[in-house]
């Protein structure tokens, strides 16, 4: 047996580059001992990052599989890992574990589909795979929306990427908005489920979606309220997982076990939601 191969074993791997995207994320570059991608995942798998004595969590895998050098997450400066992570600089060894759970169907449900791809704050991590992918293979699918919206303009995660390249690819329309209104942004001022009922969308589109619980709660309502159905509708609900091993039981929704039977799900397939949701 293989044990570097086998996911339960963490590896040890090598911080390479660390990005500030807003003033509490802060995107981790990460490449085996041997300089090279740890392993593969498809976008919306996740994996553990750990270090002895600190703690361990799980993140979303924010690069892309078409990303064949390193792996790449976004993560939010909010406990005990995510700030000793914050503060450790390029070089540091850190042991990773992964990747777990089903992603996005990418290569099936999602292949030949008008998208539309709705994040909210850090929310954009999980998806950013899903829109890379896409744009790798772009043959493959037909148009592009995206919408995403922060508190301010500082907390757009990937800003400059957003602008650099999402917003000047045909076929991709990027719709950005911010809570409220301040200095230097002439944008969309307000909440991402009000602008989304706000753009009114053709009712084909197959809809990719991650946020805060209440704005994934009441986006899915605009949707429904404009047509979409929830046959269209995927999300992913990776903070409630724990262990990611199926043996703590937090990550339980009704009959699912999220680290088992997701993290990734067609709204359709789940018999009951979270109560936050």
């Known amino acids: 047996m293989n044990l570097r191969k086998d996911p339960l074993i963490p590896m040890v791997g ?26 593969t995942h498809i976008p919306g798998q ?33 406990g005990c890992v995510t700030t000793w992570l914050h503060e450790i600089t390029p070089g540091q060894q850190i042991t990773l574990r992964g990747p777990y759970g089903n992603g996005f169907p990418v290569d099936t449900e999602l292949r030949g589909k008008d998208l539309l791809i709705i994040a909210g704050g850090i929310g954009l991590a999980p998806v950013r795979s899903v829109i890379n992918y896409v744009r790798a293979n772009r043959q493959n699918y037909g148009s592009l929306d995206i919408v995403y919206g922060s508190r301010s303009k500082e907390d757009l995660v990937d800003y400059q990427e957003i602008l650099d390249e999402w917003c000047r690819e045909d076929g991709i ?28 969308f053709d009712t084909s589109k197959t809809v990719v979606m991650c946020g805060p619980p209440i704005m994934i ?13 929830r046959e269209q ?32 799900f067609r709204l359709d397939q789940m018999t009951q939601l979270p109560d936050e949701y």
Request: aromatic letters at 10%; hydrophobic letters at 35%.
């Open 217 to 229: 709660k009441f986006t899915l309502a605009g949707l429904l309220e404009l047509g979409f159905s």
């Open 173 to 200: 329309q990027v719709h950005l908005t911010i809570d409220r209104e301040q200095e230097g942004w002439d944008g969309h001022v307000g909440f991402v489920p009000n602008y989304v009922k706000e753009l009114n």
């Open 46 to 78: 996740c994996a553990m990052l750990s270090m002895p004595g600190v703690g361990e969590a799980l993140f979303s895998i924010t690069s892309s599989p078409t990303n064949l050098d390193y792996l790449e997450f976004s993560i939010k400066k909010c």
């Open 233 to 264: 509708v995927y999300t992913t609900f990776e903070l409630r997982m724990k262990c990611a091993l199926g043996k703590c039981g937090r990550c339980n929704i009704g009959d699912k076990y999220v680290c088992k039977d997701g993290p990734v």
């Open 14 to 39: 090598v911080v390479t580059d660390i990005r500030t995207d807003t003033p509490d994320v802060k995107t981790f570059r990460v490449v085996g001992l041997d300089g090279k991608k740890p392993f």
